[in-house]
Structures are given as C-alpha cells and as structure tokens.
C-alpha cells in the first residue's frame, strides 16, 4: 500500500487536531486540547484503483510565540492549510504557512479548509477573502470537524492530488 | 487460336481494338505489379476491417505492458481484480494444483515459524524448569501470582539479559515505515504511528537542542525498555530492546542498515510512499532480533539438587515420623480396647496432643502405663476416665479375691455370673466368704462344694505332731523327710492366712536336739544345725506375714527318749501356738 505524509498546518486552534480526529476516529470533543510538539495518526484512503496510507502530521498550531519547524514539513507529499473562519487572523497564518511550506518541501499538492462551519454567523472571512484565496490557486474547502462536513472531501482530494502529482525527486 | 477472345482480329471493328489494348495493359499490370496489389488488397481489408485481430494484439501486448509498466501502476491497479477473481477460480477448480504449485514456497515458511514457536516454547519451558524450584523460583512465583502473569514469562522477564524485541526500518526524510519485524511473544502497537512518532521526536529534540543535522537522537529509555536508533543516509534503524543489551548488538545494526542501503540504494533514493520493495529487507532485520539469557550458574544448580535433596529427605522424615505416630496411636487404642476394665469412648489425634476419654474399672490396668509403653509423652496425651465396675470374668475374680480376702489356698473362679471357691479354707472365712460373695459386683451366685475347710485347732494340731527324723551325727534333711515337710508348709501357710484373717500371729519354734552320743557341745550344734536345716526347708521367712519362725534346741538334760530309742532323739519337732495381742493362746 503506498503511504504518504501529510501535515496539518494551520494557526493556534483552528481544528486541526479536531479534523484529524474526525477523520481518523469519527468522534469529536468539544474540549479543547493544545498539541505539544507532533501527534501522528494514519488512515488509509481509496483513491481510484490505488488504497493510500495518509500518515497525518498534527503540527502544533502556530501563533506569535512559536513557528512550524521545517524540519517537521519535511518528507510531506501532500499538506493542509486549517483555516478558523471565526478568526481574520488565521487566514493571514495560513498564507504564511503555505509559503513556508512550498519554500520548504517545494510545489506538493496542498488543500485548505475554513473550519467552524458549525457557527457561520460568526465567521471574519468572507466570500469575498475566500475568493482571493481561490484566486491564488488554493483550493477551498468550508467545513466543519464539529458536524463532520467536508472533512472526508478535505483528505480525499489531497490523496487525489498526491496520487495524481508527479513524483518528485528528494532534494 | 481464333478461339482466343484477348487476341485481336483483322476484321473486328475499332471497339473491339480498343478492349483489346485493355485487356493487354491489364495483363502487364498483373505481371509487373501482382506483389503490390496483394499488399494494397491486405491493407484495404484490414481499414475496411476495424476490427483488432487476436494475433495482432499477440504480438505488441508483452511490450505494451513493459512500456505502460514502466511509466506508472496503472496497469497493476487495473489488472489486479482480473488476477484475484482467477486465482479465486482456480483455487475452487482445481485447489490441488494450487497446492502444488505454492508448496515449495509454503512449506519451508511453515516449517521455519513451526520451528521458531516451538523453539520459543522449549526455551520458556526450560527457564521455567530450571527456576521452578529454586528459592528465586519461589519469589518469582509469588510475583506472578500478585501480577497474574503466567510463571514462564515472569521468569523469561527476570532471567533476561536484553531481548531485541522489534526492529523499524523508517525513511529518514518522511518518517514512513519501509519494514518492521517484531518477535512473536511482542504486542506490535500501531507501527506506522509510531514511526512516524519517532520520527518526530529525534527533529523535535535536535531542534529543541539547536543540534545539527549529524548530531541525532540515538537511545532512550522507557521503563524496561531501551530503544536504539541507528541512522544511515536514507533509513534508520530503530529497535525497541528490553533489558540491557551489549554495546556490540549497535555494531550488528550498522552491519544491517549498511546491507540494506546496498542492496536497496535505487529503492531508498526514488521512494515515494510504496514500502513494497522493502519486504526483501525482512532477513536483514530479523537477525537484529537477537535475545540473550543469563546462563545459570552451575552451582546453583548444585545447590538446587541438594536443597531439593534436603526438602525430600525432610519430608520422607516427616511422613515416616506421621506414619509411625499413627501407627503407634493405632495399636494403643487397639490395646486400651483390649485392655479388660476399659472402655475407649472418645480418642482424638489433634495438632497439640492426643485425647482420650473414656470408662475404667478400678481394678483394670492403669492406662497411663499403657500410653507410656506405647511411647507416647504423657503431657501430650489428654486422658479422662470415669470409674465403673466392669463385668470381665477375669476383673470379677480379682474383684472377688480382694473383696474377699482369699487365702492362697483357695482358688477363686468365676462361671458366668457364679463365683467358684476351690482348694482349702479355713472353716471361719469359708463361713464369712458364703455370706459376702453375692454382694460383690458382677458375682449373683456362689459355690463351694469343691472347698476342703480346716479349722484353726487342726492346722495347729497337724503341725504339732511333726517331727524330722535325721541320721547319726547329719543335720541333712533325708529325701524322704522333704515330702512330708512340703505338706507340713502349706499347712502353716493356710494356719498363716487363718491366723491373719481373725488378726493373730503364729508362732512357730523348731526344736533340734541329738542323741546322747558324744559330747554334749557337739550334739548342741548339731541340735542347733538340724533345727535351721528344717527351717530352710520349709521357706524360711517366706511362710507367711503373720507367722514368726524362731530355731531353738532341746538341752541333755531334758532329752528323753520318744519311744526309748536314741533314734528317737535325732530329730527336729514343730511347735506352733497363736499369739494376739502379747496373749498366748495354747495349742490344743
């Protein structure tokens, strides 16, 4: 079975950790729990003919005090941009971290989802900033981890990206 | 040849000229340009024809799968339902020739995990042996029963010395894993999580350390667990260790992860998620699977044959020591039943002692002499017992004899319910026993018929007219002589008894004396000497407690002839009187 490395990048309690869960287990918990460090989970995927091993990165979240190592992003076929559509401010940390990222690992497929559909009234992104980004070429998901609405899109159209992505050779 | 319709002839008209030119361009075309045609013919068929032939796709499909192979996996992914549905189907057409076909590659692989489990069992089995009965063994049973752990595994735990438990191989760069192998006993966690935690640990600690990329995490430790990472350019080596290994098993992994990186450089260099090259790796990680157990002392083994020596001595000891007690228990109970004038009605063997109770006739034998013959401590045997009057013949006669008094010559036996009085008795106890008899326990009705009574006057009066006749100068009492005396002791002795019974005494005084031949100081010696010869017959002093014997000799001048014959005078004569109270009473 082909594996791939996927890291979770996004600002300080944007729902990373909550996706993966979501993702992996199906369960959700309103409590909240800081990542420290690095939290590896795995689930296999079908993509077409091909089953995937996604090997989930679930990176701290970055703020104004710490910043995503590289060392982390390195390996990654594939990583996902979280988004906390209640905050302004994590689409700015989003933006940062995706060209972190390509610096880093170069041109590997990436998707991006606005998490906390759950509470829309709420949200500081608007349709129009959702259409800068789309704008910029990143994919666009708006989801929640909560209700579990877009999440199983989120990873299948990162494997299809990275099974369909040409193999890159390592640096 | 008129006949020949191509040919032209001389009176046909110009149409007929011309068809004839025709025909003739149409015959050299087929001469010079027949290969061709057949060719163009085949090519318009095959236009006309869509259709793919079999035998077309033949000859490009090997080539065709090599070349769409080599660009991606696309045809594997297509080709694999086809391949598994077939295989299904062959297996259930014919599951022999399967069997056939995979056997030589199956069997040897069953065979070697056959071997390797019982392996594995025959090495618990034998630690668990060596252990089970040593002082250690024991401790560590305790452990296992505390920890619910089977024996064997706490045991392996203890004797270990480090057990290479499992062995990751993981891309460097992206934390995947390429192969994993694990011992059979070890619980495998979700290995592709946690390679890619280790991975994530060894940057998250060289970049909390600001260490460079070469400056790597290497061990660390985790309860009984020690994990050992060895780097190489594009994989790592991580294996999880129990107890401590030595540092020569790192030389063992450097050895591996450089064969690996040989013989899988393309693999490692182009990987890009798909671990299955990597299954080939499976010998390399499997020999870094290595255990070492402490080798037992052979002393302990020693010591463990004489401590168990020691245990079975003592307990042999012990069981013979049990089984003698019992046994000697046994036969004093069987005894003490036995025993007439004792009845056994409770008898109980506790871990402090022994106790007993039970019924005992006054006149029966005393247990305690019983339970000290059958060597039992008397402390340690608890005994009471009630008094009662036992019915045994045997205790009625003695019951009857002490009640009774009986002289020695009577024989007192009972029949029945019937007491007997046999032999000889004087007239006044005869009298008394005929009145007292029946009111002895045990004893309804008494018989004397057989009973010879005598009276006290004729005891008297028999031993009075005794007398020992000796020979000139002799002091030997004759042959003849002894007889009579024997009658004559068994009278005093029935006198003795008599005289006991109504609380007399018995004098009895033999008189020695000699003829009057020779000189009167020898005949008194000789009077003094035939008096003690006389008495020695009779018993001495054992006639009887109520009888005093006394020797005495009649002087010369009271000498006088019995019968006028000097023979008369060598003699020796009994004189026996009843004394009571310092009252003489005079023979009759």
């Known amino acids: 079975m082909m594996q791939k490395k996927v890291c979770m990048l996004g600002g300080f309690a944007v729902g990373k950790t909550s996706l993966v869960r979501r993702f992996v287990t199906n369960v959700f918990s309103d409590h909240y729990h800081t990542t420290i460090g690095v939290t590896v989970e795995k689930k296999s995927v079908t993509v077409g003919a091909h089953d995937v091993m996604l090997v989930l990165w679930d990176l701290y979240g970055e703020d104004e005090f710490q910043r995503v190592r590289d060392s982390y992003l390195r390996g990654s076929s594939g990583y996902i941009l979280v988004m906390d559509g209640t905050r302004r401010a994590t689409l700015d940390t989003a933006i940062s971290l995706q060209e972190t990222a390509a610096r880093t690992i170069g041109a590997v497929p990436f998707v991006s989802i606005i998490n906390k559909a759950d509470v829309r009234p709420e949200w500081e992104i608007d349709e129009p900033a959702v259409e800068q980004l789309r704008e910029r070429g990143w994919p666009v998901l708006l989801g929640s981890a909560k209700l579990g609405q877009g999440v199983e899109e989120l990873f299948a159209l990162l494997a299809t990206q990275m099974i369909s992505a040409p193999v890159l050779p390592g640096d | 040849m008129s006949s020949d319709p191509r040919r032209p002839r001389s009176d046909s008209s110009s149409s007929e000229g011309r068809a004839s030119v025709e ?207 060895e780097q190489g350019s594009h994989a790592y080596v991580a294996a999880v260790i129990r107890g401590t290994p030595p540092a020569s098993l790192r030389e063992d992994f450097r050895a591996a992860l450089d064969d690996i990186h040989a013989q899988q450089a393309d693999a490692l260099t182009t990987f890009a998620g798909d671990a299955a090259p990597f299954k080939t790796t499976q010998i390399h990680l499997e020999s870094c699977l290595q255990v070492h157990y402490e080798a037992p002392p052979r002393s302990s083994a020693l010591k463990l044959w004489i401590l168990g020596g020691a245990v079975l001595l003592a307990l042999s000891w012990w069981l013979l020591t049990v089984y003698q007690t019992h046994a000697r228990w046994s036969n004093l109970l069987d005894e003490l039943r036995a025993e007439p004038g004792i009845i056994v009605t409770v008898a109980e063997s506790t871990w402090g002692g022994y106790h007993l109770e039970g019924l005992r006739d006054p006149l029966a034998k005393d247990p305690s002499v019983l339970v000290s013959e059958a060597g039992f401590d008397s402390s340690t045997v608890k005994a009471t017992w009630s008094s009662y009057y036992a019915l045994d013949s045997l205790l009625v006669a003695t019951r009857a004899r002490s009640i009774l008094q009986s002289p020695s010559t009577v024989k007192l036996t009972v029949e029945g319910d019937t007491l007997v009085a046999t032999g000889s008795a004087p007239t006044e106890w005869a009298r ?157």
Not at chain 2, 89 to 111: H, L, N, T
Not at chain 2, 184 to 196: E, M, N, P, R
Not at chain 2, 201 to 211: H, K, L, M, N, T
Not at chain 2, 453 to 467: A, F, K, R, Y
């Open chain 2, 432 to 588: 008394e026993t005929k009145r007292l008899a029946t009111f002895v326990p045990g004893i309804s009705h008494y018989r004397d018929e057989s009973l010879v009574t005598t009276s006290i006057p004729d005891l008297l009066t028999q031993i009075n007219q005794t007398v020992v006749h000796f020979s000139p100068g002799s002091s030997t009492v004759e042959q003849g002589e002894l007889t009579a005396l024997s009658s004559v002791a068994a009278v005093v002795r029935q006198l003795d008894q008599a005289a006991f019974q109504s609380g007399q005494r018995v004098a009895l005084e033999i008189r020695g004396s000699a003829d009057e031949t020779g000189p009167e100081s020898i005949n008194m010696q000789l009077s003094k000497a035939r008096a003690d010869a006389v008495r020695t017959v009779l018993g001495g002093e054992r006639l009887g407690e109520a009888t005093t014997i006394t020797t005495d000799i009649v002087p010369g001048a009271k000498r006088r002839p019995l019968n006028g014959n000097s023979a008369d005078r060598r003699v020796a004569s009994l004189h026996a009187r009843l004394v009571q109270e310092g009252k003489e009473i005079s023979p009759p």
């Open chain 2, 23 to 229: 025909e003739d361009w149409t015959q050299l075309r087929t001469l010079l340009l027949a290969p061709e045609q057949t060719q163009l013919d085949e090519l318009r068929d095959r236009l006309d024809n869509r259709e793919i032939q079999p035998r077309d796709v033949s000859r490009v499909l090997p080539e065709a799968f090599a070349i769409r192979g080599e660009r991606d996996q696309e045809m594997s992914s297509v080709l694999a339902p086809y391949v598994e549905n077939g295989f299904v189907a062959a297996v259930r057409k014919s599951p022999r020739a399967i069997v056939d076909a995979i056997a030589p590659i199956m069997g040897p692989a069953i065979r070697q995990a056959i071997a390797r489990a019982l392996q594995s069992m025959m090495q618990s089995f034998n630690q668990s042996l060596d252990e089970s009965l040593s002082l250690r063994g024991l401790r560590w049973r305790v452990e296992a029963w505390r920890t619910g752990r089977p024996f064997a595994e706490v045991v392996l735990l203890h004797t270990l010395r480090y057990r290479v438990e499992q062995v990751f191989l993981i891309h460097r760069e992206t934390g995947l894993l390429l192969h994993h192998v694990a011992t059979d006993a070890t619980v495998v966690q979700d290995q592709h999580v946690l390679s890619g935690m280790l991975t994530a640990i060894q940057q998250y600690v060289r970049d909390s350390f600001g260490a460079s990329q070469d400056q790597t995490l290497d061990q660390f430790h985790v309860g009984d667990w020690t994990v050992w990472i």
